[in-house]
């Protein structure tokens, strides 16, 4: 194999890596940005429901199951999140943060 072969191989080989690696990311932030609308869809529809948004100690759990810590809401209907995971795309865990 000459040389000049070797360069055009191992530079369409990254190419190719780079392409798949890029969707694997953009396939990543769509993901992300699907869950965040649904967990903006669900904060909305309990607050409709219970009158408020939870509290920063209920946390993003009240949107899962009803809250145990006060104020415990009478007119909660969840879930409000069904089959949306915890963890973002890339394994981390999603918080409420002030």
């Known amino acids: 194999m000459s040389v000049d072969l ?3 191989t191992k530079f369409a080989v990254a190419l190719f890596a780079f392409v798949l690696s890029s969707s694997v990311v953009i396939k ?3 993901e992300f940005k699907i869950q965040i609308i649904k967990i903006h869809n669900a904060f909305k529809d309990y607050k409709n429901d ?3 948004f939870p509290t920063s100690q209920q946390g993003l759990e009240a949107l899962y199951e009803k809250p ?3 104020p415990v809401p009478k007119n909660w209907k ?3 999140l069904k089959n949306v ?3 973002d795309p890339w ?3 999603i918080f ?3």
């Open 68 to 70: 145990k810590i006060y």
């Open 28 to 30: 990543k932030q769509i």
């Open 85 to 87: 995971s915890r963890y």
């Open 6 to 8: 070797k360069k055009k």
């Open 50 to 52: 219970c009158g408020t």
């Open 78 to 80: 969840g879930p409000y």
């Open 96 to 98: 409420l943060v002030n």
């Open 91 to 93: 394994g981390r865990r």
